[in-house]
């Protein structure tokens, strides 16, 4: 295993090594996007020019792909297969399929097809299965991990110095709160300030605080998700820290009620099909789905339909028909969420 940077940089180096199967997996999006990239560029100019990709859900016909991986014509470019597979769940067929395609072309000495995976976050269940160790062990895994703290602050300033921009120590740290450690977020907010500001130009905490609009939005997912994943403390973070803000509190609520009654909806659908099939009819997207079975191991049906009688006493409270502070029960409402 190898992590994504690494990774990166070990594709821009002469001679590099292509395996028959590669995943590329975890929780950080824009490593997993930056090096795939950054694979393709190498591949590419290995004269891999033909590339196809399949998206990996729901009843996938692994006997089709294995049928195309086969039907390569004499005269074919060298091609890349790319395998989206958001949850990482290759089931038996697909499993086979990984583990066959390594056989088969553990003796090619010349490759004409590479196939690619990716991933979202992989648990220890995952990385423990035979397809995953099979890639491990004949193929290569690159692991896109969070980049948090100091780490996080000299990512932004690194960043900013590669498209000409000085970020010094206070500047940065201030960036990677506002984005609450997205770096997909970091990374747009940098190329704005680009546009804005000449080349070479040295960047303080106060251009930050003028520049970077305000990146409630992205608490607000942060909020979310701490909530689902029961990350109770920090979640109640984010919530003062909006409040701090000046976040209105409709808006919260709408955030909280939202997230409520998708629980919900879930655990209806859970009673008469798999989590899976309740996902798709639901359009709950897969970077959401590993949050929302975490709360969902938490608590059942019942307890997340008592819930909305809170969220209702909020919203009285908001629009002053009912005495309170809506501030505190927004933050009792989080905390039954997250515990």
């Not at 499993?95 to 004409?112: A, C, K």
């Not at 080349?199 to 992205?218: E, M, P």
């Not at 000046?246 to 955030?255: F, R, S």
């Not at 798999?274 to 049906?301: D, G, V």
Request: proline share 3%.
């Amino acid at each position: 295993m190898i992590t994504a940077p690494a990774f990166i940089r070990q594709t821009q180096q002469p001679g590099f090594q292509i395996k028959p199967l590669m995943l590329i997996y975890g929780e950080e999006p824009l490593y997993v996007r930056l090096s795939l990239d950054a694979l393709r560029e190498a591949l590419k100019a290995q004269g891999f020019m033909q590339r196809d990709r399949y998206d990996v859900e729901g009843q996938f016909n692994w006997q089709d792909l294995q049928m195309d991986t086969q039907a390569m014509s004499l005269f074919a470019d060298k091609r890349i297969i790319e395998l989206d597979m958001p949850k990482g769940t290759p089931g038996k067929e697909g499993g086979e399929f990984i583990r066959n395609w390594l056989n088969q072309q553990q003796q090619v000495m010349d490759l004409e097809t590479v196939v690619v995976v990716t991933c979202e976050k992989l648990d220890s269940r995952q990385t423990k299965a035979k397809w995953y160790q099979a890639i491990e062990a004949q193929g290569l895994v690159v692991q896109s991990k969070p980049i948090e703290g100091n780490a996080l602050i000299q990512w932004c300033q690194k960043r900013a110095a590669d498209i000409g921009l000085q970020l010094d120590g206070e500047a940065a740290a201030e960036l990677a709160q506002r984005v609450e450690g997205n770096l997909l977020a970091a990374d747009q907010e940098l190329e704005k300030l680009g546009l804005l500001f000449p080349q070479g130009a040295q960047l303080t905490i106060d251009n930050i605080r003028q520049s970077v609009a305000d990146q409630a939005h992205y608490q607000l997912f942060a909020l979310s998700t701490a909530m689902l994943l029961g990350k109770t403390q920090y979640a109640l973070q984010i919530l003062h820290r909006l409040q701090q803000e000046g976040l209105e509190a409709p808006i919260v609520l709408w955030l909280l009620s939202k997230e409520l009654r998708s629980l919900i909806a879930v655990s209806q659908k859970q009673q008469t099909m798999n989590l899976t099939q309740a996902y798709k009819q639901l359009n709950i997207w897969s970077s959401k789905q590993n949050e929302f079975n975490a709360a969902l191991r938490r608590h059942n049906l019942s307890y997340w339909q008592s819930l909305l009688g809170l969220a209702m006493q909020i919203d009285f409270q908001i629009k002053g028909l009912s005495q309170g502070d809506e501030w505190v029960n927004l933050s009792d409402l989080v905390f039954k969420i997250s515990q």
